[in-house]
């Protein structure tokens, strides 16, 4: 086995950058991408090197404490009260991504965000499978499995990981693969965090220099016909195409196409790796409704990260997710209706348009957690989302069948609390 052990109380050069409550530097330290997660621990470590993660979690054993490692903040918002937890803010990435372009993998240190990733291996004429924000984390992200606009294609992200260096829970520090500590390679590989301090990763590249791409804004008052013929569409869509479909208020800013601000709109967009898909999709939509503004067509694979338009800078904002075997009418019309109920003011389906669900029996939803479409304030940028991302392979904890995946999410105006 190739574990490298490095004892947990090695002297330190530096002594262990830590942040303390009382520290001027806490407010900062202790702050999330999401903000409306107050986080309060009773410490924070800015870890910069793997002998910092190594001292800090014995530093953490030997007062008791518990470790949460975080790298940006996007998950923050799901952790408990921090109270008697050090918090291990990963920060190892130091502008450099190892790069092998004929082995067609990088190394990436804790702490770089997918726009690091990209950056370095796009000049490569490689691709990344990056998920729909440039700022999430990478370790994180591939901890949950991933889910990425390549996803139809190439299955979840966490299994194109070669091997990940970590530090376990006794300071140890080692390089696992499928051959070297196996069981903790599957456990990591969609299991989250809590099975190791994940200090680099080496992942798998895709040869992608160029995709087709797009996005396509439809009136939300179409929001039902352009959901079902989305839905219709997505039965027999190809692997190498991968959508979602959202409901949007976008908010009134410049950088805001003019006819898509602070109105209730509907979108789908997707990349895919043949250009027909996307002929075959627009064709789809345009039947059933005229769209505001938008198309697919030829881009680099750079400019996929930022495709979706997700918020890259710390916002607050609350969401959730779940994995749906089916979407039938019904289904879609709690969707529509509560995002109509949380200020998107998005019409009903007209009644005589109803008809029976499909399988007869309640909407998945109802037997689901709780559904999408969450309250957003007057100023705010509301988002829902669907979508239709097949992860493939299947020897992975995050693995699963064929699923549409839903996730929502709602900047809110932060309270003045968490404007820490
Ligand atoms: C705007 C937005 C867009 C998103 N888009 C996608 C998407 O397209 N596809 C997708 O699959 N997911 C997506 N997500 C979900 C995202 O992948 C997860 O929230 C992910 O956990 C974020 O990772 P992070 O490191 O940025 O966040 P963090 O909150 O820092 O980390 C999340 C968790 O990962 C673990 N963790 C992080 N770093 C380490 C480490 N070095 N060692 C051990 N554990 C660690 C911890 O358990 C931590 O609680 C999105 C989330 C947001 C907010």
């Known amino acids: 086995m190739s574990t490298t052990a490095i004892p947990t109380q090695a002297p330190l050069a530096q002594p262990l950058p830590l942040v303390l409550p009382h520290s001027p530097h806490y407010d900062t330290a202790r702050r999330a991408w999401n903000l409306v997660a107050d986080q309060r621990p009773a410490a924070v470590c800015v870890a910069t090197c793997v002998e910092h993660v190594q001292a800090a979690v014995g530093y953490a054993r030997a007062r008791r404490l518990r470790v949460a490692a975080q790298t940006t903040g996007h998950l923050a918002q799901t952790l408990p009260d921090l109270a008697g937890t050090l918090l291990l803010r990963l920060e190892l990435h130091d502008a450099h991504v190892a790069v092998d372009p004929v082995a067609r993998t990088a190394r990436i240190k804790a702490g770089a965000r997918w726009a690091d990733v990209v950056e370095a291996v796009a000049p490569r004429g ?82 992608y220099a160029e995709v087709t791409g797009g996005a396509l804004f439809f009136p939300a008052k179409d929001a039902f016909a352009v959901l079902r013929a989305w839905r219709d569409w997505t039965r027999t869509a190809p692997d190498t195409i991968t959508t979602t479909f959202r409901m949007l208020r976008l908010p009134p800013l410049p950088e805001v196409p003019e006819p898509l601000r602070a109105v209730p709109t509907v979108c789908v967009d997707g990349v895919t790796l043949a250009p027909a898909d ?99 304030s007057p100023s705010g940028a509301a988002h829902s989302r669907l979508v239709c991302r097949r992860p493939r392979c299947t020897d992975s904890p995050g693995s699963g069948r064929r699923s549409i995946p839903t996730g929502s999410w709602s900047p809110r105006t932060p309270s003045p609390e968490s404007q820490h």
């Not at 904002?317 to 749906?324: E, S, T, V």
């Open 126 to 207: 490689l691709a990344v499978m990056h998920g729909s924000s440039p700022s999430v984390g990478v370790i994180g992200y591939l901890l949950g499995g991933g889910l990425s606009f390549y996803g139809r294609a190439h299955g979840l992200a966490v299994n194109h990981v070669r091997a990940f260096e970590v530090v376990t829970a006794e300071g140890t520090r080692r390089r696992i693969d499928h051959r070297n500590g196996a069981d903790l390679f599957y456990a990591l590989r969609g299991g989250g965090g809590n099975f190791a301090i994940v200090t680099a990763v080496e992942i798998g590249l895709l040869p």
């Open 278 to 376: 996307a002929v075959g999709l627009e064709r789809r939509l345009r039947y059933v409704s005229a769209p505001i503004l938008g198309g697919f067509g030829p881009m680099p694979s750079s400019a996929v990260p930022r495709l979706h338009g997700d918020p890259e800078d710390p916002v607050p904002a609350i969401g959730d997710a779940m994995l749906l075997e089916t979407l039938d009418d019904q289904a879609i019309e709690m969707f529509i209706t509560s995002c109509s109920a949380s200020g998107s003011r998005v019409p009903r389906r007209p009644r005589e348009r109803s008809t029976p669900t499909s399988t007869g029996t309640s909407a998945p939803w109802r037997r689901g957690r709780r559904a999408p479409g969450l309250p957003a």
